[in-house]
């Protein structure tokens, strides 16, 4: 009889191939998880990047505990850098998306940080073999992924096309978006290096010296000193009771937990106008949580009282020892910086002007950035599974409704599939068709539209699963 002893779901179609070329070594859910999140930072152009961050929701199966790490985008501590100025562009992903290109957008990310702790403490496999087949897909090339395509459509010529390395390194896709191929030479080298000296290298080795000689080079503002002193957040994590589920997720500085929470709490309630209901939610989070300083101790405080009173990735891997992963990472919009000599391409996190309530450059003084990334562990009396979803502020909605449909008795492939809506801070509403509650502010999308997110789910029950999502990819894999 077949066995499955680790599976997968995720928003990155290459990762299953990343997970395929590692099966035969008998991989557990740490190594899947590794192997496919490098290989979406090569692969997902656009969507990630490899100089990412992300939040980490995980369950140890040893210990039989949840944990969860932050390693979202730190602002540099100063803005001495050459360049000061605005670069804003405007682009139809979504409707209509504005935010920033250039160096100066780049925050310090913590991607590698957090693969460092999670190789460290539970990979079975080495370095080498982790990182085998995202260096052969960047050396020898790769198709673009289909929602790499999609946001190509909006995105490519506007903010990939103006920086002269990127222009090279996409230019068979500027030509032919379809079938065009992508060949990363530098950044296989700079993969290779890194499976030798290990991801710390990214932060206090000769990496972090390119990358920084790089900022300087074209006016960004992050410094050697903030590569240095980048450091994780672990254990700030909630833990609440929805209907038979206990969730466990990121609590303070990120906000993307506080409000999955309040969007659940929202859709459980009958409301005459569920859409003014979903309006208030989202603008009680740009007028209570966004802004830099002090956010944990506020955010934290409201996850309480509800525990009282009741353009990112994703990657889940589960294996038959009960270790669960469920991590969101993210680059932004993408900067359109492709670093010379590291062959990465850098984030724009202090562009984001949605996510930056101070103004572009705003006095962050160090500050984590604002990050709406909820990946959350689930545990109830069938066993344990992961939840998360890429998708901005669509994240939160997406995973709480999902979670609804889930127990409102749905299968958690029919929960991922069914129609989902959002309600903006104007009151607009975006919902796929089959949506029941159309009205004169609704924009019925395509089916299973990108714009909402990609939820992905794994886990133990009696046997192990992973379902994909159709609005991203829809990878699920199993070996």
């Keep these: 009889m077949f066995t499955v002893n680790v599976s997968l779901a995720s928003t990155a179609e290459y990762s299953s191939k990343a997970a395929e070329s590692i099966k035969d070594l008998n991989p557990n859910a740490a190594d899947i998880l590794i192997t496919s999140v490098i290989t979406s930072m090569v692969t997902d152009l656009g969507v990630v990047a490899p100089t990412a961050?992300?939040?980490?929701?995980?369950y140890d199966g040893d210990k039989n505990s949840t944990h969860s790490i932050d390693g979202y985008f730190v602002s540099?501590?100063?803005?001495?850098g050459n360049d000061h100025e605005e670069h804003r562009i405007s682009m139809t992903y979504g409707g209509h998306v504005e935010t920033c290109k250039g160096a100066n957008t780049f925050a310090v990310p913590g991607i590698y940080k957090i693969l460092n702790l999670i190789f460290e403490r539970y990979a079975s496999l080495p370095l080498d073999k982790l990182l085998e087949f995202p260096i052969k897909t960047a050396k020898e090339g790769f198709k673009l992924t289909q929602p790499t395509k999609d946001y190509f459509i909006h995105s490519l010529e506007p903010m990939f096309m103006w920086h002269e390395?990127?222009?090279?390194?996409?230019?068979?896709?500027?030509?032919?978006?379809?079938?065009?191929?992508?060949?990363?030479?530098?950044?296989a080298d700079t993969l290779s290096h890194m499976s030798d000296e290990g991801f710390n290298d990214f932060y206090i080795g000769d990496i972090s010296k390119s990358i920084v000689e790089t900022l300087k080079i074209e006016g960004g503002h992050a410094t050697q000193d903030d590569f240095n002193g980048y450091d994780l957040i672990e254990e700030n994590k909630f833990e609440y009771k929805y209907k038979n589920l206990k969730l466990t997720g990121h609590s303070g500085p990120s906000i993307g937990g506080l409000m999955v929470l309040k969007y659940l709490n929202a859709l459980s309630v009958e409301h005459q106008n569920i859409?003014?209901?979903?309006?208030?939610?989202?603008?009680?989070?740009?007028n209570k949580y966004e802004f830099f300083g002090d956010r944990g101790d506020l955010i934290n405080n409201e996850i309480s009282k509800i525990t009282l009173s009741s353009s990112t990735i994703q990657v889940n891997t589960s294996d038959k020892n009960n270790f669960h992963f469920?991590?969101?990472?993210?680059?932004?919009?993408g900067s359109g910086v492709l670093c010379k000599n590291t062959g990465m391409y850098f984030n724009n996190s202090l562009g984001e002007i949605?996510?930056?309530?101070?103004?572009?450059?705003?006095?962050?003084?160090?500050?984590?950035?604002?990050?709406?990334?909820?990946?959350?562990?689930?545990?109830?009396?069938?066993?344990v599974s992961t939840i998360g979803s890429p998708?901005?502020?669509?994240?939160?909605?997406?995973?709480a409704q999902v979670l609804r449909n889930y127990t409102n008795g749905k299968t958690w492939k029919d929960s991922i599939d069914m129609p989902r809506f959002h309600v903006n801070a104007d009151g607009g509403v975006r919902a796929e068709p089959g949506y029941d509650n159309i009205n004169e502010n609704t924009t019925i999308t395509d089916p299973f539209d990108m714009y909402f997110g990609g939820v992905c789910v794994t886990g133990i029950y009696d046997d192990i699963f992973s379902f994909g999502d159709k609005r991203r990819g829809n990878t699920s894999w199993k070996c």
């Design 391 to 399: 998708g901005a502020d669509r994240i939160s909605s997406a995973i």
């Design 76 to 80: 540099p501590k100063k803005f001495d």
């Design 165 to 187: 390395q990127s222009k090279i390194a996409l230019a068979n896709v500027h030509e032919d978006l379809e079938n065009g191929i992508v060949k990363l030479d530098k950044l």
């Design 326 to 333: 469920s991590i969101t990472f993210s680059s932004g919009y």
């Design 275 to 286: 859409e003014e209901t979903l309006k208030n939610v989202y603008l009680d989070r740009q």
């Design 354 to 383: 949605e996510l930056n309530p101070q103004g572009f450059l705003g006095d962050t003084k160090g500050d984590r950035l604002i990050s709406n990334m909820s990946p959350l562990i689930i545990e109830s009396k069938e066993g």
């Design 53 to 58: 961050s992300g939040l980490l929701t995980y």
